[in-house]
Nanobody
């Protein structure tokens, strides 16, 4: 069971990036998937999460990214994406994706680190001019 996060890089403020979380050894459909980030000197925080495919497609966004980030699934590619627009310097962090087995009540999206069972390595996102 492995998760591979990719798509990070250096981008100017106002720019966009799309992060990908690809799975091997299991099917992402049945898992809630979350994106978390950790900036230097700060604790890891939840950014955006999406329920499993047998849920109702519920999503969670941290207040700091609402309206700018969008999480989505491509089950055919066994991949979850995080589209990040209007990036700000404060978005600079290492971004991690994680999978939660559940089960969860319909409509509930796990957003806390302890709720996630599998973690990928991080991908660095740097927003700077």
């Amino acid at each position: 069971v492995q998760l591979q996060a990719s798509g990070g890089g250096l981008v100017q403020p106002g720019g966009s990036l799309r992060l990908s979380c690809a799975a091997s050894g299991f099917t992402l459909d049945y898992y809630a998937i979350g994106w978390f980030r950790q900036a230097p000197g700060k604790e890891r925080e939840g950014v955006s999460c999406i329920s499993s495919s047998d849920g109702d497609g519920s999503t969670y966004y941290a207040d700091s990214v609402k309206g700018r980030f969008t999480i989505s699934r491509d089950n055919a590619k066994n991949t979850v994406y995080l589209q990040m627009n209007s990036l700000k310097p404060e978005d600079t962090a290492v971004y991690y994706c994680a999978a939660a087995e559940g089960p969860y009540v319909l409509g509930y999206v796990p957003s806390k680190q302890y709720e996630y069972d599998y973690w990928g390595q991080g991908t660095q996102v740097t927003v700077s001019s």
